[in-house]
Antibody, heavy 119, light 106 residues
Framework: EVQLVDSGGGLVQPGGSLRLSCAASGFTFSTLAMNWVRQAPGKGLEWISY????????YYADSVKGRFSISRDNAKNSLYLQMNSLRAEDTAVYYCARGGYGGYTFDYWGQGTLVTVSS | SYELTQPLSVSVALGQTARITCGGD??????VHWYQQKPGQAPVLVIY???NRPSGIPERFSGSNSGNTATLTISRAQAGDEADYYCQVWDSSTGVFGGGTKLTVL
């Protein structure tokens, strides 16, 4: 059974940093692309980052480019999101999502982890 | 940047057919994916590449895509189908979601 478990969220002050993790199991992690998607309270879904199966190719939404960094450790079946220079508008539930069916759809999702940016 | 437009809400009578649209410039040339999200839960993929159902998704869910509009169709709507639905495409190495549509089953 495919499982994605998100962790690392919490309360952080504006300008601070946080590192999210996503632990994957139930599939060959090293062969599939991964993504991060977020959802602000009461709002819609926002894609924020993609990483290829090898980790070589990375894409970011303009809203996080230069502040967030996606990475993966295929030996540990883990995906990461390093978030720096956090702003109030980054407050959201963050989901990791597997890139299935050719890599560009999100076929399995983690349960999400809440990040709150507030002083 | 590419934009996807969805109606804020759609209502359907129990057992009838619901259609949720997703508008975008020449969206028919892109692969469109659809997600269902119930309150407090992570999204679930219900249609991928315009009209394909993942395993476990009922045949009542179908999709189409042509011109400037993609459509998610839910036949014989059930109370359990009440949820938010999002369309999604990729454009210029960027994932793009529609704003979401709240489906109410009356």
């Amino acid at each position: 059974e495919v499982q994605l478990v998100d962790s690392g969220g919490g309360l952080v002050q504006p300008g601070g940093s946080l590192r999210l993790s996503c632990a994957a199991s139930g599939f060959t992690f090293s062969t599939l692309a991964m993504n991060w998607v977020r959802q602000a309270p009461g709002k819609g879904l926002e894609w924020i980052s993609y990483i290829s199966s090898s980790g070589i190719t990375k894409y970011y939404a303009d809203s996080v480019k230069g502040r967030f960094s996606i990475s993966r450790d295929n030996a540990k079946n883990s995906l990461y999101l390093q978030m720096n220079s956090l702003r109030a508008e980054d407050t959201a539930v963050y989901y990791c999502a597997r890139g299935g069916y050719g890599g560009y759809t999100f076929d399995y999702w983690g349960q999400g982890t809440l990040v709150t940016v507030s002083s | 940047s590419y934009e996807l437009t969805q109606p804020l809400s759609v209502s359907v009578a129990l057992g009838q057919t619901a259609r949720i649209t997703c508008g975008g410039d020449n969206i028919g040339s892109k692969n469109v994916h659809w997600y269902q999200q119930k309150p407090g839960q992570a999204p679930v993929l219900v249609i991928y590449r315009d009209n394909n159902r993942p395993s476990g998704i009922p045949e009542r869910f179908s999709g189409s895509n042509s011109g400037n509009t993609a459509t998610l169709t839910i036949s014989r709507a059930q109370a359990g189908d009440e949820a938010d639905y999002y369309c999604q495409v990729w454009d210029s190495s960027t994932g793009v979601f529609g704003g979401g549509t709240k489906l109410t089953v009356l």
